[in-house]
Nanobody
């Protein structure tokens, strides 16, 4: 089992950047596909990005391609989300998730392990 702790959220002006981190504890981090999701107030949790076990495959929500980048460092048991050109609509709680399945999923139900989230507020 893996435990996930997100960090790096905060208040940023529109057009700015943030890098979120998700530190994993427990064994076998490199066995997990990792994903980032977000949930804005009053909205459902939505897919942001995902990365395969060794980092060779990544996927993104279509609306975020070109602004967000997911990466991982298996030596540090950490996955990152670099967010650039932030907009007010990016305001949300961002969650890190992990799963052992073969498929690198985009649906929250495909992920078994979740962190508690880190809040991002983008002021316009």
């Amino acid at each position: 089992q893996v435990q996930l702790v997100e960090s790096g959220g905060g208040l940023v002006q529109a057009g700015g950047s943030l890098r979120l981190s998700c530190a994993a504890s427990g064994r076998g981090f490199s066995s997990y596909n990792m994903g980032w999701f977000r949930q804005a107030p009053g909205k459902e949790r939505e897919f942001v990005a995902a990365i395969s076990r060794e980092g060779g495959y990544t996927s993104y929500a279509d609306s975020l391609k070109g602004r967000f980048t997911i990466a991982r460092d298996n030596a540090k048991n950490t996955v990152y989300l670099q967010m650039n050109s932030l907009k007010a609509e990016d305001t949300a709680v961002y969650y890190c998730a992990a799963d052992l399945s073969v498929r690198v999923g985009q649906n929250p139900i495909e992920y078994a392990y979740w962190g508690l989230g880190t809040r991002v507020i983008v002021s316009s």
